[in-house]
Every structure is written in structure tokens, then in C-alpha cells.
């Protein structure tokens, strides 16, 4: 009788597994989440280049026929520029401002700061110069200038006399340097009411108080160390204390 008893009880211990395991079975499955399992998305950084000059530069040096410009590179990209630089030389700021016929280029090394010669250039000249890159992008912000190359000769003028309506200058122009000049021309701006009245040694060019006397015929070209003159009558209230000329090209 007792095996017969414990017969009846596994197979209903057989018969409550079965159904429990059917029951869990047909149970619909269940999926706990929390905030931590849910990943926050990284936004993708934006690059904001601040209003500054990614390369900006100075003239640190001239010749009669050379400038030399320091450069520096503010940043890197995307806000700026990698070496080498490409540095354009304009005969005027209209010229420079509309990236307009360069009359002379020069690349820089591979630094991010430095110093560029660019030779080839006309004595006693104004130059205004931009950078960029090799690659063609151009700086927006920089317009530096003027880098003026050295004149081949000086100017100095003495008052020869003087009186109550005018004055009678000379004004002597000479090659300090060590290659010919084969034309001059000497400038300067009056204080007061003067008024040129004739010129002998040159030809006088400009008008109001803003004076450009150039070379004559005959002594336009100066060896080194040569010098020539030139004369002035000037009409005028009062006569100026000093005349100060320079000479260019």
C-alpha cells in the first residue's frame, strides 16, 4: 500500500510541474528599463571662429629694391592658415583692396612665424600688401602698408635769400648708393601761402602746396656719389624756415 501511495504522489508532483511549466509558457514576456539604460546622444561640435586676424604682419626692413614683412599666424584651421603663406605685393590700396594686378608674390617657409623678402621692386616706392595661401584662400582682414623701398638718392635745400614777397632757394640732389639713378624726383608740401614762380635744374610737376619737381633733360642720371641742383623763386608772405625734400623715383 505504501508503494502504491508513493506512487500516486510523483506522479502528481509529475502532473503540477508540467502545468507550471506550461503556464509559464503561454505567460507574456515582461522587459524592465531605466533611464540609465537609455543612452544620451553627444551633440556634434560647431566650430565658431571668434572675429580675430588669423595672420597678420608687419615691414621690418627695405631696400632700394626689397621689402621684408614678419608675419605671424594667429590660428590654426578651421579659424586660420598652416604654412606656407603666399604674400601679395599691390602697387596701391584700391589695388590691394580688390585683390587686383600683384605686382610681386613671395611664399614663406614652413614656420608659423617669420620673416619674407621680396625683391625685384622700384626704388622710392610705395607697396601694399595681403596674404593667403597656396591653396587660393584669401585673408579677408588684412590691408597692411604702405612698405616703401629706399630711394637711390637724397634731397636737402637751402634758402639763398630772402625778402618781404619771397625767396630764392636750391635744392641738391645726390646718389648715396652704390648703382646709378637714371631719373629723380623730389617732393614736399609747403606750410603756408608759398607759390612757385620759376624753376631752373628741373620741371616742376605739382600745384598748391603739394610740390613734385622732377629731373631736366640733361641731369636726370646720377652716378654714385654724383649730385646736381636745382633752383626755385618762390612768391610767399612769410619764408618758411626750412624746406625738407625727399627724393624718389
Not at 241 to 249: D, E, M, N, S, W
Request: include cysteine; glycine fraction near 12%.
Amino acid at each position: 500500500m505504501l508503494r502504491t501511495l508513493g506512487a500516486a504522489l510523483a506522479a502528481a508532483l509529475a502532473l503540477t510541474g508540467l502545468a507550471a511549466s506550461a503556464g509559464a509558457d503561454r505567460s507574456p514576456a515582461t522587459t524592465t528599463m531605466t533611464l540609465a539604460s537609455v543612452a544620451t546622444p553627444t551633440p556634434t561640435p560647431t566650430f565658431a571662429c571668434p572675429p580675430a586676424l588669423p595672420v597678420t604682419g608687419q615691414v621690418t626692413g627695405a631696400t632700394t629694391t626689397s621689402v621684408t614683412l614678419t608675419y605671424w599666424m594667429v590660428l590654426s584651421p578651421p579659424c586660420g592658415y598652416d604654412p606656407p603663406l603666399l604674400i601679395s605685393l599691390f602697387a596701391s590700396r584700391e589695388d590691394a583692396t580688390a585683390w587686383r594686378d600683384p605686382v610681386a608674390e613671395a611664399v614663406t617657409g614652413p614656420e608659423r612665424s617669420g620673416t619674407v623678402t621680396i625683391g625685384g621692386l622700384a626704388p622710392g616706392t610705395e607697396y601694399w600688401f595681403r596674404f593667403g595661401d597656396t591653396k587660393g584662400t584669401r585673408d579677408p582682414y588684412v590691408i597692411g602698408g604702405p612698405a616703401r623701398t629706399l630711394s637711390l638718392c637724397s634731397a636737402t635745400a637751402t634758402i639763398d635769400s630772402r625778402w618781404g614777397g619771397g625767396f630764392v632757394a636750391t635744392v641738391t640732389v645726390r646718389n648715396g648708393g652704390t648703382e646709378p639713378v637714371p631719373g629723380w624726383l623730389v617732393s614736399w608740401r609747403w606750410a603756408g601761402d608759398e607759390r612757385i614762380q620759376s624753376v631752373w635744374g628741373g620741371v616742376a610737376e605739382g600745384s598748391g602746396q603739394d610740390v613734385v619737381v622732377r629731373n631736366a633733360s640733361w641731369n636726370g642720371t646720377l652716378a654714385p656719389g654724383a649730385s646736381t641742383t636745382f633752383g626755385l623763386l618762390v612768391a610767399s608772405s612769410a619764408t618758411p624756415a626750412t624746406i625738407t625734400p625727399v627724393c624718389g623715383r
